[in-house]
């Protein structure tokens, strides 16, 4: 080509430099339809895997955890109870919502350790709730642990029990009330009997009631399964306890699960077992106070009638029934006194014992009450007591459940020190209190029994049995008001714990999987993978795919494109004259002449040399089209197979390679006997002959250039196919025989390192007269929009859809063979 030639090219590559971007747009575009596919698969996967998943849902219950106070008994009452929960509520109740022994009241009141199961699309769906009949267990008799049994509906009020049990070896039972485990020997494989509904059914392994309120379906299966309490237990104590906001009374608590039935009972019932605990935690010391005053109620009524019995035998036997006014005068002065002085002295024991009692004992759950006829002055003492008691329970429960060192325990031990010192402060001034003022109550009761002494003894007697009754009966009128007190304030108990919103299925949806989210993935997955496929695939690429690539990187010229050739055999011009591949040879003839020109050569026969860098990238293919195509023209045209090493012209025209120009070289035959005329009109062939075991001394023997001459004299073009470059040097020894080279180079198989070596060589005018063909080019987005149009010369591979009526149309290529073509490496 001339160096304006070669410029213009050189400022089309710059051009054409500016559309990279856009060229990669394309290339991505192309794989629309793996990104399709990509897309309908990850889709395909996404559907099952929202099928497949284990649905899950999350409910709540919102509810109030507060100190309240019954408004009658807040101040205005004679028996005093700690209403009030710890400082630090809201902790103990998270601990205690999740500890053990909450959790076992729950699932031993809803028989969570029971599983409803029926056969689902992808595995046994828990049921519970959604049955028509119930299991009522018998938990102090044994039940099969773990295993697996049918309930099959026989009937509208029969049902049908079966287990298999696999083999003759022993089982596990199970009993719920001592959560105790046993084995039994089965003596069938298979156990299956009929039972009527809301009947007992009784065997050495199953104790339980069927109970239906509703005619049963005929036909329903279901399966039931018994399982470890104390694992159920576990399973349960994930509870999630949130706080709505810092520092509110507000508590959420959250629990997911696959049945929503089962998930709103056990929310329900962790509340109210809640609710009735915190109860009874908090009527703790009302309920005994009452239980105290009832005993000594009756104490007190006992000895009322004793006195009374005792009192009138005096009065009859003695003949004395009433006082004298100086009597009555001392016993209305004594009275009030003896009263005074019994309370007192009943004070300072009560709190003697109480402060002992403290002082020794780390668990209060059985503090010592108050008498009912003891008046404390201070009314902080008995709250001081409730609340010693009730954080003494906290503690308790704390500690089954936490470390030592977890804050919630330290600080409730903190208050418990902080609750006995003042507790112990009150009981001293209180004491202290009480002494002095029994020291005045004595003194006075001294001078009237002074007094006392001046009356007649059966006076004195019978007024003695007067005090004791007056004070008896004071103490029971006192007790019973008290007693009465104590029944109201434990009936009118206020709840600390108030349901705001309990937990309820209002067709709530699942929140995993995440069917929105999981088809949005899918998308992405799609749309990502494959052009981290296509981003990897073009990284890693080396091949040689467009004219552009090559332009770019090399100085030779391209002389052409040719297509893909889609014959049975390399004949493609002379078998599918009208194909598009042979359009584009015949295009490349008319280049060609470009190359003859520029050849300083005047011989009339002009001689065309075909190499590659390696084996299979067309030129042999290309080299019996070119010299088909000159012979079709007109011209004597000649092929020579000089690839020694690995000939394959004979193969395309049926022949075989007995004789050829080994044999010339090596001088057994002459240049008549080693042409072989062909089916192709003006074109003659010379094979390559049996392979040599020196190829290369036979091509730099001076017979190669007498065979060279000889035919220059018969053909208008002598066409030779030899040996890659890149492989042996044999080509390159013949390259001063040509007038023109052509390179051939493959679409998608040529790397695009392998040209550098004859490109340095042209570079270096080591070798002139040269271009390449880019071979097996196939008409492709991915790699620009092909050629044969857009240059001054043009590479002649045709106008694509445009070229319908012109050329024999190509088979199509299969769908699927273009999906597979998608992924697979280029060969």
């Known amino acids: 080509?001339?160096?304006?030639?070669?410029?213009?090219?050189?400022?089309?590559?710059?051009?054409?430099?500016?559309?990279?971007?856009?060229?990669?747009?394309?290339?991505?575009?192309?794989?629309?339809?793996?990104?399709?596919?990509?897309?309908?698969?990850?889709?395909?996967?996404?559907?099952?895997?929202?099928?497949?998943?284990q649905r899950l849902y999350s409910l709540g219950t919102t509810v109030s955890v507060k100190e309240e106070n019954n408004p009658l008994f807040s101040t205005g009452t004679n028996i005093a109870f700690n209403w009030g929960g710890a400082s630090d509520e809201m902790e103990t109740v998270r601990v205690i919502l999740n500890s053990r022994t909450h959790n076992e009241k729950v699932v031993k009141r809803l028989n969570f350790y029971i599983d409803y199961l029926k056969d689902g699309r992808y595995r046994m769906d828990d049921v519970y709730g959604k049955t028509l009949f119930t299991i009522d267990l018998e938990t102090n008799k044994p039940q099969l642990y773990g295993k697996l049994m049918t309930v099959e509906t026989v009937a509208i009020d029969k049902v049908k029990i079966s287990v298999d049990f696999l083999t003759l070896s022993p089982v596990s039972l199970i009993r719920y009330d001592k959560d105790s485990v046993s084995s039994y020997l089965p003596n069938t494989l298979m156990y299956s009997k009929e039972f009527l509904v809301n009947n007992k059914i009784e065997t050495p392994f199953l104790n339980f009631t069927v109970k239906a309120q509703k005619s049963l379906p005929i036909g329903e299966k279901y399966y039931i399964r018994f399982n470890s309490f104390q694992g159920t237990v576990g399973a349960y104590r994930g509870v999630s306890v949130q706080t709505l906001a810092k520092g509110a009374s507000l508590i959420k608590l959250v629990m997911t699960g696959s049945n929503k039935n089962r998930i709103v009972d056990y929310l329900n019932t962790t509340v109210k077992v809640l609710d009735e605990d915190k109860q009874e935690q908090k009527t703790l010391y009302a309920r005994k106070t009452k239980k105290y005053?009832?005993?000594?109620?009756?104490?007190?009524?006992?000895?009322?009638?004793?006195?009374?019995?005792?009192?009138?035998?005096?009065?009859?036997?003695?003949?004395?029934?009433?006082?004298?006014?100086?009597?009555?005068?001392?016993?209305?002065?004594?009275?009030?006194?003896?009263?005074?002085?019994?309370?007192?002295?009943?004070?300072?024991?009560?709190?003697?014992?109480?402060?002992?009692?403290?002082?020794?004992?780390?668990?209060?759950?059985?503090?010592?009450?108050?008498?009912?006829?003891?008046?404390?002055?201070?009314?902080?003492?008995?709250?001081?007591?409730?609340?010693?008691?009730?954080?003494?329970?906290?503690?308790?429960?704390?500690?089954?459940?936490?470390?030592?060192?977890?804050?919630?325990?330290?600080?409730?031990?903190?208050?418990?020190?902080?609750?006995?010192?003042?507790?112990?402060?009150?009981?001293?001034?209180?004491?202290?209190?009480?002494?002095?003022?029994?020291?005045?109550?004595?003194?006075?009761?001294?001078?009237?029994?002074?007094?006392?002494?001046?009356?007649?003894?059966?006076?004195?007697?019978?007024?003695?049995?007067?005090?004791?009754?007056?004070?008896?009966?004071?103490?029971?009128?006192?007790?019973?008001?008290?007693?009465?007190?104590?029944?109201?304030?434990?009936?009118?108990?206020?709840?600390?714990?108030?349901?705001?919103?309990?937990a309820m299925d209002l067709g709530q949806g699942p929140y995993y999987p995440q069917t929105q989210y999981n088809y949005i993935l899918a998308l992405m997955l799609g749309i990502v993978l494959p052009l981290f496929y296509i981003i990897a695939r073009e990284i890693l690429d080396n091949k040689i795919h467009t004219v552009e690539e090559i332009e770019k990187n090399y100085a030779i010229p391209v002389l052409g494109v040719i297509g893909r050739n889609q014959g049975k055999n390399n004949l493609a011009v002379f078998e599918r004259p009208k194909s598009s591949v042979s359009e584009s040879f015949r295009a490349i003839r008319s280049n060609v002449q470009f190359l003859f020109k520029n050849n300083k050569n005047d011989t009339k026969a002009k001689t065309l040399l075909l190499t590659s860098s390696v084996s299979?990238?067309?030129?042999?293919?290309?080299?019996?089209?070119?010299?088909?195509?000159?012979?079709?023209?007109?011209?004597?045209?000649?092929?020579?197979?000089?690839?020694?090493?690995?000939?394959?012209?004979?193969?395309?025209?049926?022949?075989?390679?007995?004789?050829?120009?080994?044999?010339?070289?090596?001088?057994?035959?002459?240049?008549?006997?080693?042409?072989?005329?062909?089916?192709?009109?003006?074109?003659d062939l010379i094979l390559s002959g049996p392979i040599p075991p020196n190829p290369s001394e036979l091509i730099l023997n001076e017979s190669t250039e007498e065979l060279i001459?000889?035919?220059?004299?018969?053909?208008?073009?002598?066409?030779?196919?030899?040996?890659?470059?890149?492989?042996?040097?044999?080509?390159?020894?013949?390259?001063?025989?040509?007038?023109?080279?052509?390179?051939?180079?493959?679409?998608?198989?040529?790397?695009?390192?392998?040209?550098?070596?004859?490109?340095?060589?042209?570079?270096?005018?080591?070798?002139?007269?040269?271009?390449?063909?880019?071979?097996?080019?196939?008409?492709?987005?991915?790699?620009?929009?092909?050629?044969?149009?857009?240059?001054?010369?043009?590479?002649?591979?045709?106008?694509?859809?445009?070229?319908?009526?012109?050329?024999?149309?190509?088979?199509?290529?299969?769908?699927?063979?273009k999906i597979v073509n998608l992924v697979k490496p280029k060969k």
Request: hydrophobic share 35%; charged share 25%; net charge positive.
């Open 1 to 53: 080509m001339s160096e304006s030639n070669i410029s213009s090219f050189n400022t089309s590559n710059q051009n054409q430099n500016s559309l990279d971007v856009k060229s990669y747009i394309f290339k991505i575009l192309a794989y629309w339809q793996l990104f399709l596919v990509a897309i309908v698969i990850a889709f395909i996967v996404a559907k099952f895997m929202n099928g497949y998943k």
């Open 293 to 502: 005053i009832d005993t000594l109620l009756s104490q007190s009524t006992r000895k009322l009638e004793n006195i009374e019995k005792k009192l009138g035998n005096y009065k009859k036997k003695n003949n004395i029934y009433n006082l004298s006014a100086e009597g009555d005068r001392i016993y209305g002065q004594t009275i009030g006194l003896d009263t005074k002085n019994d309370e007192i002295i009943r004070s300072i024991d009560y709190l003697n014992s109480l402060e002992n009692y403290v002082r020794i004992n780390t668990k209060y759950d059985r503090i010592i009450l108050a008498p009912a006829v003891i008046q404390i002055a201070d009314s902080k003492i008995p709250g001081q007591i409730g609340k010693l008691m009730e954080l003494s329970i906290i503690k308790e429960t704390l500690r089954g459940k936490v470390k030592e060192n977890y804050p919630g325990l330290k600080r409730v031990e903190n208050e418990i020190r902080i609750a006995k010192s003042i507790l112990f402060e009150n009981i001293t001034t209180l004491r202290r209190e009480f002494v002095k003022e029994q020291r005045q109550v004595l003194k006075k009761l001294g001078k009237f029994n002074s007094k006392l002494k001046l009356l007649p003894s059966k006076e004195q007697k019978l007024l003695k049995f007067e005090k004791s009754y007056e004070m008896s009966e004071a103490n029971f009128t006192n007790l019973k008001q008290k007693s009465y007190e104590a029944g109201i304030a434990i009936e009118a108990n206020v709840s600390d714990v108030k349901v705001i919103d309990s």
């Open 616 to 683: 299979g990238e067309g030129k042999t293919m290309i080299s019996i089209n070119m010299a088909t195509v000159f012979a079709l023209s007109g011209k004597k045209t000649v092929l020579i197979g000089l690839d020694l090493r690995k000939p394959k012209i004979y193969e395309d025209f049926d022949l075989t390679n007995d004789v050829g120009v080994v044999n010339y070289l090596i001088g057994q035959k002459t240049v008549d006997e080693i042409i072989v005329p062909t089916k192709v009109p003006n074109l």
């Open 709 to 817: 001459t000889q035919l220059k004299e018969k053909y208008d073009y002598i066409i030779i196919d030899t040996p890659p470059v890149g492989l042996v040097s044999d080509a390159l020894e013949l390259f001063k025989y040509a007038d023109a080279i052509i390179y051939a180079i493959r679409q998608n198989y040529s790397e695009r390192g392998m040209m550098k070596m004859i490109d340095d060589k042209y570079r270096n005018k080591e070798v002139t007269n040269i271009s390449y063909i880019l071979n097996d080019f196939s008409v492709n987005s991915k790699y620009g929009y092909g050629y044969g149009y857009g240059y001054g010369y043009g590479y002649g591979y045709g106008y694509g859809k445009y070229s319908y009526g012109y050329h024999e149309n190509d088979e199509p290529e299969k769908w699927y063979s």
